[in-house]
């Protein structure tokens, strides 16, 4: 089945630079990347995603790319404040698995005043 | 739009006793739903795919006898954590997709059900 890589792990920024964060999944078949962003206790609120005929999207602060050969996408934040503070987690789809994602292990994002 | 709630949002039960965990969507009507469990500092791990009227799917390791799925109805979808035990403790969330759309749609997560067996 499909796996998802994400890496790092944790990552600290001073405020107003950019954070990068990368993940990697196994099965090519998957079409449909979204992030997330997990605040302490609560729900996992979508962020950005991506498809797999898009090779980069963007959202004011929040950039993902997506290189369905090497099958690494990443998400790219500019102008870190902290209230982008938080664990962020990216998954991926399979179209024919009825839409169940698979959450890599997510990056606990720390930024710095 | 697109709110999803859960039900008790955190709940203590001693060792040996079954919790029911509630997922409503609640302006809109879902024929998926999905059952995470999240430890602590850990990622969201799935645990089955819920659709209306029809057995749930369970991921590979996940006791379908323990873990017992019931979606009723297209707006309501149950977890029922049988038997449970300490290491059953965790942070459960679904998530859910409205009719008629593909998976292409962002699935709407519910607040998360904390559970603590002592």
């Known amino acids: 089945g499909e796996n998802v890589e994400q890496h790092p792990s944790t990552l600290s920024v001073q405020e107003g630079d950019s954070a990068v964060i990368k993940c990697t999944y196994s099965?090519?078949?998957?079409?449909?990347f979204p992030w997330y962003k997990q605040e302490l206790g609560k729900r996992p609120q979508l962020i950005i995603d991506?498809?797999?005929?898009?090779g980069e999207k963007k959202d004011q602060r929040i950039a993902v790319t997506l290189n369905k050969t090497a099958k690494h996408f990443s998400l790219h934040i500019t102008e870190t404040q902290p209230e982008d503070s938080a664990v962020y987690f990216c998954?991926?789809?399979?179209?024919?698995?009825?839409?169940?994602?698979?959450f890599g292990q997510g990056t606990e994002l720390s930024v710095k005043p | 739009g697109a709110v999803v709630s859960q039900h008790p949002s955190r709940v203590i039960c001693k060792s040996g006793t079954s919790v029911k965990i509630e997922c409503r969507s609640l302006d809109f009507q879902a024929t998926t739903m999905f059952w995470y469990r999240q430890f602590p500092k850990q990622s969201l791990m799935l645990m089955a795919t819920s659709n209306e009227g029809s057995k749930a799917t369970y991921e590979q390791g996940v006791e379908k006898d323990k873990f017992l799925i019931n979606h009723a109805s297209l707006t309501l979808s149950t977890l029922t954590v049988t038997s449970a035990h300490p290491e059953d403790s965790s942070f459960y969330i679904c998530?859910?997709?409205?009719?008629?759309?593909?998976?292409?749609?962002?699935?709407?997560f519910g607040p998360g059900t904390r559970l603590l067996v002592l």
């Open positions: 998530s859910a997709s409205p009719l008629g759309t593909s998976h292409w749609e962002a699935q709407y």
């Open positions: 991506i498809r797999s005929n898009v």
């Open positions: 998954a991926a789809s399979i179209d024919n698995q009825g839409g169940k994602l698979i």
């Open positions: 099965d090519s078949a998957s079409n449909y």
